[in-house]
């Protein structure tokens, strides 16, 4: 089966601009995660989707970062505007279930440089 | 808020030695767990999971880990390892109400030939 899709895979902005990231999942998957991987560190969960609505966007930096998953498919993740610390691999992962009882499935990753 | 320890931040083996891996959770609760590798310049690949049953877990490429309730650990062990294996490995929990995962800081695991 197709993996996580996700694009770009690199990008470099200038602090306080803006950039979107895109995620399209394993067809079929209901939750849609976006994770924040700084380096030297594990993912840290910054989003949850069922289907198209939000369950857990606790961990989610409001002020600057929004995330959508129109149609329940695929999800974009929007930094506006980025901050130097924002400097990290953004990560989309998609399950099955929403208990991840079948697991999680995660795309490569975009990496973004804020300088 | 649930949480996620690694014991060891850096592990240098060579060939064939033995390999055990710590993580520690802070939940009490029901908690599914997981053990994730990252190969470099690859993606996250799921080595094992655990949700119920037998607390000993065996996974792909050798792995398998041990779900010890009382003390809140899921060691990664494997008996012999292989340069091959050099990755980060990443232990990671969901439950106590939270789907997503927690991650552990992880464990960059260095096999010398």
């Known amino acids: 089966e197709a993996g996580v899709a996700q694009s770009p895979r690199y990008k470099i902005i200038e602090k306080r601009q803006s950039v979107a990231f895109w995620c399209n999942p394993i067809s079929g998957h209901a939750t849609l995660y976006w994770y924040q991987q700084i380096l030297g560190q594990g993912p840290k969960l910054l989003i949850q989707f069922q289907n198209n609505g939000v369950v857990d966007d606790s961990q989610l930096p409001k002020d600057r970062f929004s995330a959508e998953r129109l149609k329940g498919v695929d999800s974009t993740l929007k930094i506006q505007p980025a901050k130097l610390e924002d400097s990290a691999v953004y990560l989309c992962?998609?399950?099955?279930?929403?208990?991840?009882?079948?697991?999680?499935?995660f795309g490569s990753g975009t990496r973004l440089t804020v300088v | 808020a649930q949480s996620v320890s690694q014991h060891n931040h850096h592990v240098i083996l060579s060939e064939a030695a033995s390999l055990e891996l710590g993580c520690n959770y802070s939940y009490g609760g029901t908690v599914n767990l997981f053990w994730y590798v990252q190969y470099p310049g690859q993606h996250l690949q799921l080595l094992l999971k655990?949700?119920?049953?037998?607390?000993l877990v065996k996974g792909i490429k050798g792995f398998e880990a041990e779900f010890i309730k009382s003390k809140f650990s899921f060691n990664l062990r494997k008996p012999s390892v292989q340069w091959s294996d050099t990755a980060e490995y990443f232990c990671?929990?969901?439950?106590?109400?939270?789907?997503?995962?927690?991650f552990g800081k992880g464990t960059h695991l260095i096999i010398q030939p």
């Open positions: 992962a998609s399950s099955l279930s929403q208990t991840g009882a079948y697991g999680y499935t």
């Open positions: 655990y949700f119920s049953g037998d607390p």
């Open positions: 990671a929990v969901s439950g106590g109400g939270a789907d997503g995962l927690t």
